[in-house]
């Protein structure tokens, strides 16, 4: 007997994320409860309204009970782990469909109970089948029995009523608990994005600063004992560096980030130049739009941070232009960077990884690598 597979992952959301007080899921589990305990009433008074003697009614609602319980196993809000479904739905069918050499044609509204089980836990396209074969296989038991036909087509009909029944309210239970699984899980992964985008603009935004104040505090600290006046003034542009990672931070409390590729060009140039590196800068691209400009902006901060942190290059080029296809390149080079600089991000960071993921949710592309001449080159290409 084959089962479904599709039930159990619901299941096991529901476990994990579904708490005792969620109002939704304790009506779900009541309504299916109370399906199966109405259906269990109608049937126990149907059965002893149509069997005369105390013996008899006795054993039936005895049977009914234990069928309640296999329904509840099978549909109900405890429902049994999916490893006993080959045996207790074989066991449910017996005890539906035995007590027939007993109870005669008082026991032909039963099976509905069963024909719920089937379609819940049997696979499909099987389910189907079954559920069909049990709804027409009523006919021809009831005529069996001795009953007319309109009372065996009421029979077929009650137990495709009562299967499909069962089987929706069971249904929904289960897609109420998978949904709120669904509202917890989107809940968590837009806390997570959020974490790590804001993880990513402290990076973009303060590393470039505190690194290049760091610079300056080394070269002041080198300068010190040879020259005084010119570490004063290292330490003075370092102070203004750590004052704008000051900045930066309270921009990025509030929210009001925004950065311009031609800024960052501009404050690029400058830090290099004062660390003693060439530097060429080219922007050939026009105005861009706002999400393009702050990307690129940020692959330039990133790019320098990088070069002075790991580098020791003698000369920069920064340049950006549009391609023929309106598609915005740039391009930050130098010929400093170690032989592994192409393979890795240095020490373990999140750099590159970033930035990559930046570009790619605009459409783009970043590629990172080192020619044969020693140059070492920072691509990406976003449209315009």
Not at 175 to 185: D, G, I, S
Not at 199 to 221: F, I, M, N, P
Not at 267 to 273: F, N
Not at 278 to 307: H, I, Q, S, Y
Request: charge should be positive; hydrophobic fraction near 45%; charged fraction near 20%.
């Amino acid at each position: 007997m084959s089962t479904r597979g599709s039930v159990e992952p619901g299941r096991a959301r529901e476990a994990r994320s579904e708490g005792p007080a969620d109002p939704m899921a304790r009506l779900a589990r009541g309504i299916v409860l109370l399906v199966a305990v109405g259906f269990f009433t109608a049937s126990v008074v149907a059965t002893v309204r149509n069997r005369d003697g105390l013996p008899y009614q006795l054993a039936a609602v005895a049977l009914l009970s234990v069928l309640l319980g296999f329904q509840i196993l099978h549909a109900g809000p405890w429902r049994a782990p999916r490893r006993w479904w080959p045996w207790s739905l074989p066991a449910h069918g017996a005890l539906t469909y035995l007590p027939f050499l007993v109870f005669d044609g008082s026991w032909v509204g039963i099976p509905g109970s069963f024909a719920a089980s089937v379609l819940l836990t049997v696979g499909s396209p099987r389910r189907r089948l079954l559920f069909g074969a049990l709804v027409a296989g009523q006919y021809p038991l009831c005529a069996a029995l001795g009953g007319k036909p309109g009372q065996c087509v009421n029979a077929s009909v009650s137990t495709a009523v009562g299967g499909i029944v069962v089987y929706g309210v069971a249904r929904l239970a289960e897609l109420t608990a998978e949904l709120r699984a669904a509202r917890t899980e989107l809940a968590e992964l837009a806390v997570d994005r959020e974490r790590l985008r804001f993880a990513r603009d402290v990076h973009d935004l303060l590393g470039y600063s505190l690194s290049v104040a760091a610079l300056k505090c080394q070269l002041a600290e080198r300068l010190a004992l040879e020259d005084p006046k010119a570490a004063r003034a290292e330490m003075a542009e370092a102070l203004v560096m750590v004052r704008q990672a000051m900045s930066d931070s309270r921009r990025l409390s509030s929210g009001d980030v925004r950065m311009s590729l031609a800024r960052e060009c501009r404050s690029a140039a400058s830090v290099l130049r004062a660390a003693g590196i060439g530097v060429e800068v080219a922007l050939d691209c026009g105005a861009l739009r706002p999400e393009p400009d702050a990307a690129l902006a940020t692959v330039v901060r990133e790019a320098v941070t990088n070069l002075l942190r790991h580098s020791v290059p003698r000369h920069c080029e920064i340049r950006a232009g549009r391609d023929d296809d309106g598609t915005v390149r740039l391009v930050v080079a130098n010929d400093g960077a170690p032989a592994e600089a192409a393979s890795r991000e240095p020490e373990g960071g999140r750099g590159v990884p970033n930035l990559t993921g930046r570009i790619r949710a605009l459409g783009g592309e970043l590629t990172v690598e080192r020619d044969g001449s020693g140059w070492f080159r920072l691509t990406a290409v976003v449209p315009g």
